[in-house]
């Protein structure tokens, strides 16, 4: 579903917006569901989005309301009905586009079979510092891979005929004072770093945008003229609707309907009767609501149209299903990141062996946030069942206890030892404080000041580890976790994230050698958490600098612990032959890349671009491309990746367009962000 | 633990349809190494017990507590004929839910003191003897009362003792059926003095493959295991005044008297006639009793008493 396909629907729209009075219009405009009702559904135990969220429609001319789904890790409607996948976060480190396009799917058939009409989990914010709480709601640090990945579940979602919602517009990339944070930042930083990604999914055809809560320059999003109409609607051709945050997203009616919010959601506090009101009185010009009210109809009956002329009727038969839990399932095995094997410590054998799990984690079901985009499942495999179920031949033994002498005991005695270490809802995730009012007795979420791991597992990793030499940790979490204060006693790490419903299976397939780990880190792993750039969270206003994750290490010359990119295989790869052109659109490079270990495995194959002839301060390069490939044993392919030339131009804050440097750049094609896993060509695009 | 256990090793414990546990109080006299579906636990409220958990010999007096764990190969024996002992059966299905696959393996043993608990042992004592007075009060809430000091049991051990969640492979469950089979065998051969031989021949293994089972489920030896089999059948018939001491020899298998004399008081620290007379005086009829005579009241007092009540 495209704008393309959109516009067929516009004559119809603004003929209905005609015959429509003020009150009709505004409906549409206005969310249904307010913070009160939410609450007593809550108090008689539904959870948040148990059902969709409705908003608008009209009767009289048969527009549907729109029907919100929350997400990103699948739909959130529902109770132990929906498939939970792994967030967004883990899918990023997959860097498998096709993927996504099918979880995203996956997604729009469990909404649809919810009677929902519109995802709002398309998170693509971009995490200034990973500590940013709900950094596992989006897919890495890199705008470019946010915008790649984004925009494939923003396909696979529309092409179930549910209209994909971008969140959150802009800048929102601290959590715990998201309602007042004012955010600060150039011309450049803005348009180079914070906007691109989701321009990436404008250009996809992504038909909603929810605003954010924090002000831009002193401008709450959910007002700001600049970000909804002139640069979202006006410049980016934008047709679909703006929602806004629910509750808080809006604070003035006027403010709102001119800078062009289409729908108040979830409740109705400022549109509805004050907004006929500030109509009535001609505080807010009515072709505003006109407007509004074209850009609603229009986007919900195109898609309605195209989902009753799919022929599909999806019910509940679609909920959870075996293929979407296969999709989840597959997620996780493509995205567990392995970033530390030492002496081959994994995979490891599941012959015979006494195998202890240390940490507490192992046994819980940590899918991640318990915010609003908790999904719930019929089941989830943890880290413990999946190791059981996987090695019965083995002998298990769990201790989730703080008794350093009997961790001892069995580090000593097993042959291998697994820890499971790391986050969950408490430590990140939307933040909730505790309150009378909530009824929530602790905080929960929130925005992480530390990097690192709890203090009792890393006692833990660096008292136990050295016992025994296949001691493996596998890290759960929404981003980065620094390992330098105990990776040194540890001879594997797994990077496994939140990895969904069937995480346990895939992070035990990972250790056995039934899969071989693929992902790549969507972020850039530091030695230090200094490294990266310094957020106050609970500041009133933080400024946005030009650099970040990787762009800004290697800018400054810091090696880190582990690239952007980075991730071990079972297997070795070689990559030769490496070829660059470019023509007036595109770039094009090309590699062969062949399988020179024992075992299948899968490369995620990076291009990225160099600037050090620039005259301008620009990154030292950044990512543009990427492919999976999948090579068996000995088995070779060229594998060709196309950018184009637009990402490499930067923005001229004097033109206010984006222009391409005529210089020679550096390519770069191979394994991760670090120059030594990369093949080196010059572009030449002088004039 | 009754004289029948000798006889079937493995306990099949049935659960009342208005209780959630079988609770017990008696005098431990001797069970062989039998194990059970169910977590057991004993406490002693009086005298003297001795366990044996692998190749653990503990000494359990008045006030210890132990918690055997479900399907864990272990034998009781008396060291004073004194001991009055509380016993509690629950089944594994309490403790759901569970990881699949996986069984709790608590550590809980106020003699053996591996892996101390949080809170002292007396804690969990006081709990396991209000179970006790619960299940022998006439009061139509005891059955209810005991039911929530049993499940307070759990979630105590749970919360404050240590514990593992162990895989149960097939293959390990196979091996303790396995070992029992062969402690019984022993049990019902005893009179042979050519127990390994049999042994080796009846289960079809090899001297190597029976060591590696027994020592990996019981923790003996087959020898170490005959020898407290035959140890143990000698305690229980010198109970008997009317049997001849070298008819006991021979019944357990001793090659000779003077064997029989010296490996006895090896293990047990006094020669059966020294044995044999601390049980005179405990006998009524003349017939041996598997739970010696104690009174209600005295049963009552003890409870209380470890419970922390007034007595």
Redesign the interface.
């Known amino acids: 579903m495209t704008k393309k396909d959109r516009n067929a629907f516009t004559e119809e729209a603004q003929a209905i917006v005609r015959k429509m009075t003020l009150e009709e219009k505004v409906t549409l405009m206005s969310g249904d569901v307010s913070l009160m009702q939410m609450m007593a559904a809550k108090k008689t135990g539904s959870h948040y989005n148990q059902k969709p969220y409705s908003a608008g429609g009209n009767e009289r001319f048969h527009v549907p309301p729109l029907k919100f789904c929350d997400g990103p890790r699948g739909a959130v409607c529902g109770l132990r009905e929906t498939t939970c996948f792994p967030v967004s976060m883990m899918r990023g480190a997959t860097f498998d586009v096709k993927l996504e396009k099918e979880i995203g799917r996956a997604i729009g058939r469990e909404i649809r079979a919810m009677d929902g009409n519109l995802f709002g989990g398309v998170c693509i914010n971009l995490p200034y510092n990973p500590g940013w709480g709900r950094s596992q709601e989006t897919y890495g640090e890199d705008s470019f891979a946010i915008g790649s990945m984004g925009s494939a579940l923003v396909r696979g979602v529309q092409s179930e005929s549910v209209i994909a919602c971008l969140k959150h517009f802009a800048f929102n990339s601290m959590e715990n004072n998201r309602f007042r944070i004012d955010i600060d930042c150039s011309k450049r930083t803005e348009r180079e770093i914070f906007l691109p990604h989701f321009k990436d999914c404008i250009d996809t055809g992504a038909a909603s945008v929810m605003c954010a809560y924090n002000l831009y320059h002193g401008i709450h999003c959910g007002h700001s003229a600049y970000l909804l109409k002139e640069v979202l609607k006006e410049e980016w051709g934008f047709d679909g609707f703006v929602i806004s945050d629910f509750f808080w997203g809006i604070q003035n009616t006027v403010s709102a309907a001119e800078a062009g919010m289409d729908v108040e959601m979830c409740d109705t506090k400022y549109y509805g009767p004050k907004l006929i009101e500030a109509v009535r009185n001609g505080q807010v010009s009515e072709k505003f609501v006109d407007d509004a009210a074209v850009r609603i109809i229009r986007t919900l009956n195109a898609f309605e149209h195209q989902y009753q002329n799919s022929g599909n009727q999806y019910g509940k038969e679609m909920l959870g299903c075996r293929e979407h839990v296969r999709l989840s399932l597959k997620a996780a095995q493509e995205g567990m990141t392995l970033i530390k094997n030492k002496n081959h410590t994994l995979p490891l054998s599941k012959k015979g062996k006494k195998i202890a799990v240390l940490g507490k984690l192992a ?1 819980r079901a940590n899918t991640g946030d318990h915010g609003s985009s908790r999904v719930y499942p019929k089941y989830v495999v ?1 880290a ?2 999946g190791i ?2 996987e090695a ?10 703080n ?1 350093i ?2 961790m001892k005991s ?1 580090a000593e005695e097993s042959d291998a030892v697994v820890f499971v270490v790391g986050l969950d809802y408490r430590d990140e995730g939307e933040y909730i404080p505790g309150s009378k009012f909530n009824n929530y007795i602790a905080t929960k979420g929130g925005d992480r000041s530390e990097l690192g791991l709890h203090p009792y597992d890393v006692e833990m990793l660096n008292t136990i580890g050295p016992l025994n030499k296949k001691s493996i940790a596998v890290l759960i979490g929404g981003s980065t976790i620094t390992v330098t204060e105990w990776e040194k006693n540890i001879s594997a790490i797994l990077m496994a994230f939140y990895p969904g419903q069937e995480g346990g299976t895939a992070i035990v397939q990972a250790i056995f050698g039934s899969i071989n780990p693929s992902g790549k880190l969507p972020f850039v792993l530091p030695k230090d958490e200094s490294d990266l750039p310094q957020v106050n969270w609970n500041a009133s206003s933080q400024h946005y600098g030009y650099y970040h994750g990787y762009h800004l290490l290697e800018k400054k010359k810091i090696k880190p612990y582990r690239p952007y990119g980075y991730g071990l295989s079972y297997t070795s790869f070689e990559m030769k032959d490496a070829f660059f052109a470019a023509d007036k659109r595109f770039i094009k490079a090309s590699v062969s890349v062949r399988n020179t270990g024992r075992t299948e495995g899968t490369e995620v194959v990076q291009v990225y671009a160099g600037f050090k002839n620039s005259k301008l301060d620009r990154p030292v390069k950044t990512l543009c491309g990427f492919q999976r490939v999948n090579l068996k044993p000995g088995a070779e392919k060229q594998v060709k990746i196309t950018c184009p030339l637009e990402k490499i131009k930067y923005y001229n804050p004097e033109k206010s367009k984006f222009e391409l440097e005529h210089m020679k750049y550096e390519i770069y094609i191979g394994s991760s962000g670090d120059n030594k896993d990369l093949i080196k060509g010059i572009l030449d695009l002088s004039e | 633990m009754k004289e029948n256990t000798r006889n079937s090793s493995y306990e099949s414990i049935q659960h009342l349809t208005n209780t959630s546990a079988k609770v017990m109080i008696t005098c431990i006299r001797s069970s062989a190494y039998h194990w059970h579906y169910d977590y057991e636990v004993l406490a002693v409220l009086k005298g003297g017990i001795e366990v044996l958990q692998g190749n653990e010999k503990q000494l359990l007096s008045a006030g210890d507590l132990v918690v055997f764990n479900s399907k864990s190969v272990h034998s009781v024996r008396s060291s004073d004929t004194e001991n009055i002992c509380l016993l509690i059966q629950f089944s594994p299905k309490m403790l759901e839910p569970v ?4 069984t709790y393996h608590f ?1 809980l043993n106020s003699a053996g003191k591996t ?2 608990p949080k809170l002292p042992y007396s804690y969990f004592l006081e709990i396991a003897a209000k179970i006790g007075l619960a299940h022998r009060s006439e009061h139509a809430y005891g059955r209810l009362e005991e039911k929530a000091w049993l499940y307070m049991f759990m979630a105590e051990i749970m919360q404050n003792a ?6 149960s ?4 469950e196979e091996n303790a059926k396995l070992a029992v089979a062969i402690s019984k065998y022993i049990d019902e051969n005893i009179i042979s003095e050519q127990l390994p031989a049999e042994i080796y021949k009846g289960f079809g293994m090899s001297e190597k493959s029976v060591y590696r089972l027994l020592k990996d489920t019981v923790g003996l030896t087959l020898k170490e295991m005959i020898d407290a089999a035959r140890i143990e059948k000698a305690c229980t018939m010198l109970q008997d005044p009317s049997i001849p001491a070298p008819i006991i020899s021979g019944e357990c298998g001793f090659s000779g008297e003077v064997t029989f004399y010296r490996r006895f008081r090896h293990a047990m620290g006094i020669t059966p006639g020294e044995y044999r007379k601390g049980f005179e005086g405990n006998l009524t009829n003349g017939e041996i009793q598997d739970y010696l005579s104690f009174n209600d009241q005295e049963v009552d007092m003890l409870l209380r008493h470890w419970a922390g009540l007034k007595v």
């Open positions: 046994s943890t413990l069942e059981v179920k019965p031949d083995s002998q298990i033994i769990f201790y989730d206890g008794d002498g009997h069995l | 990881p699949v696959g996986m550590f892996y101390m240590q514990y593992e969640l162990r895989s492979s097939p293959e390990n």
